[in-house]
Structure formats: structure tokens, C-alpha cells
């Protein structure tokens, strides 16, 4: 993919000259990211992948996560494909414009995700309300996303 980030942190690869192509691996072993990085964090375009070895997100990755592109399931199916809202609070970032789809690949809704933001916890998606947890309960617990200290 082409994209480019959409934070200050495509600048501080850009001054500080650090991009590089790494793989990320767990404790045990198992790959947990391939592609761009910056201070060994995914930062640019890559692919994340679940502990069983399917893909989990890939795409333009930046402080907090993923910014623009795609995630799946640990099925192997597209769970959502857009852009992803820059979180300045606690958590993840969470899916801002895009397509989100059930299980069994069926295309649930498209368009504008509206997330509650709170004092405690992750942001958590009201609509679609079918979305559910902004982060998968698979997801790789051993990655570091970059964060605003970076």
C-alpha cells in the first residue's frame, strides 16, 4: 500500500532519517510484524498477524496502531477496511470511516464510525453497534504500538 502516515510521527521519520524494514517476534517466537519501523514499533506500512498466523492488520501504521487499512479476523476473514481516528486518549485507535463485516465475510455496514469516548477504558464504537470491542481479544498482546513519548 502506498499510503503515508497522517501524524507527526511521518515526521520524526523523515528528521530523524530511523525507517527501516523490521520483523517484530513474540517471547515464544512467533512473528508478530513484518514491515516498516521506527524504535522497533511498527511505524509506516506493514502487516500485523495473530498468534495463529493470520493476519490481523495491515495497512499505514502510526502512534496508537493502525491508521488506514485493513483488519481481520482470527478466521482469516475482513473484519474492517478504512481509516482509523488517532486516539489522544487512552486505548487503541478506533475505526473512523469504512467497511465493517461480520464473521462469515458479509459486507454489515458502511460508512461514518461514531465511538464513546470515557474517563476509564478503551473507546468503545456505538454505531454500528455490532462492531464490538475496538480491539480483538486475539489481538498481539506482545506488540507496542508507538506512543506520544516516542
Not at 523490521?22 to 506493514?46: A, H, M, Q, W
Not at 464510525?113 to 475496538?134: C, D, L, N, T, W
Request: charged letters at 25%.
Amino acid at each position: 500500500m502506498g499510503m503515508r502516515l497522517q501524524t507527526g510521527a511521518d515526521e520524526l521519520l523523515k528528521n530523524n532519517g530511523k525507517e527501516e524494514w523490521n520483523r517484530i517476534f513474540s517471547k515464544d517466537g512467533k512473528i508478530l510484524y513484518e514491515g516498516t519501523t521506527y524504535k522497533n514499533k511498527p511505524c509506516g506500512v506493514g502487516v500485523t498477524y495473530f498468534e495463529n498466523g493470520k493476519k490481523y492488520q495491515e495497512g499505514s501504521f502510526g502512534i496508537k496502531g493502525l491508521l488506514s487499512g485493513k483488519e481481520y479476523y482470527p478466521n482469516g476473514k475482513l473484519r474492517f477496511e478504512g481509516e482509523f481516528k488517532l486516539n489522544k486518549a487512552y486505548g487503541p485507535n478506533s475505526p473512523k470511516n469504512g467497511s465493517f463485516y461480520d464473521l462469515s465475510g458479509s459486507l454489515v455496514y458502511q460508512g461514518e464510525f461514531i465511538a464513546r469516548y470515557g474517563s476509564v477504558g478503551y473507546p468503545s464504537i456505538i454505531i454500528p453497534k455490532e462492531y464490538g470491542s475496538i480491539q480483538q481479544k486475539e489481538h498481539p498482546k506482545d506488540l507496542h504500538y508507538l506512543m506520544w513519548d516516542d
